[in-house]
């Protein structure tokens, strides 16, 4: 079984600082991470993903995620936080054997100007 | 023009009716999903199909009927609406089993009175 855990349903920061959205996951193996983000009325786009090889996966306009194996983490990081980073953001875990993917409830973000 | 595209867009219907959420993609994918999107709840699958014979249920596949009448077209039907399916539907497409991303289509948002 997976599950994964977004820890903070909402995240505000100012428009320049840095954005921290966290994402933890619980597995029987090492699963696919990735990280969508939906904007209002859109679909999910894919952000980011990590597929077992290097832990520090640089995804679309300037997000980043590390994966940790001994905290079970895969948080989502940006230096400077823009306007058009106001979205929901989604972590998912994968298991491509049972076609099972796990989202956690979502993060959304909003972007003090 | 948009890789997965899904109609109709919004969708307002009454308690009891039959309804056919539809959903096509270029992408060239054997693989298609729905998903429902509920606040809170991240992204369920409902159903899920590996090519034309092959049809899965997913984890909340009570209520749902799915059709898929090319490798281009996956259509999704509530025989008999009700109110707890209110939801934001999505298809999705992936590849095939060696490859690991999925493509979401814009979404269906539908309400059942």
């Known amino acids: 079984a997976q599950s994964v855990t977004q820890l903070d349903s909402h995240v505000s920061v100012s428009e320049g600082t840095p954005v921290l959205l966290r994402c933890n996951y619980s597995s029987s193996y090492s699963p696919s991470l990735f990280w969508y983000v939906q904007h209002p009325n859109k679909g999910l786009q894919l952000l980011l993903k990590y597929t077992s090889a290097a832990t520090l996966v640089k995804g679309i306009n300037g997000f980043e995620a590390e994966f940790k194996k001994s905290e079970t983490s895969f948080h989502l990081t940006k230096p400077s936080a823009h306007m058009s980073d106001a979205a929901e953001y989604f972590c998912?875990?994968?298991?491509?054997?049972?076609?099972?993917?796990?989202f956690g409830t979502g993060t959304r973000l909003t972007i003090i100007p | 023009d948009a890789d997965v595209t899904q109609t109709p867009r919004n969708r307002i219907t009454k308690t009891g009716k039959r309804i056919m959420l539809e959903c096509s993609q270029t992408k060239g994918h054997d693989r298609m999903y729905w998903y429902r999107q509920d606040p809170g709840l991240g992204l369920r699958l409902i159903y899920y199909?590996?090519?034309?014979?092959?049809?899965n249920k997913g984890e909340i596949s009570d209520g749902y009927s799915v059709s898929r009448q090319a490798q281009a077209k996956f259509s999704l039907s509530l025989e008999s609406a009700i109110p707890n399916q209110t939801a934001l539907y999505f298809c999705a497409t992936r590849a095939g089993e060696h490859t690991d991303t999925q493509y979401f289509g814009p979404g269906t948002r539908l309400t059942v009175l």
């Open positions: 998912v875990a994968v298991n491509f054997g049972n076609e099972k993917l796990t």
């Open positions: 199909s590996f090519d034309v014979k092959d049809i």
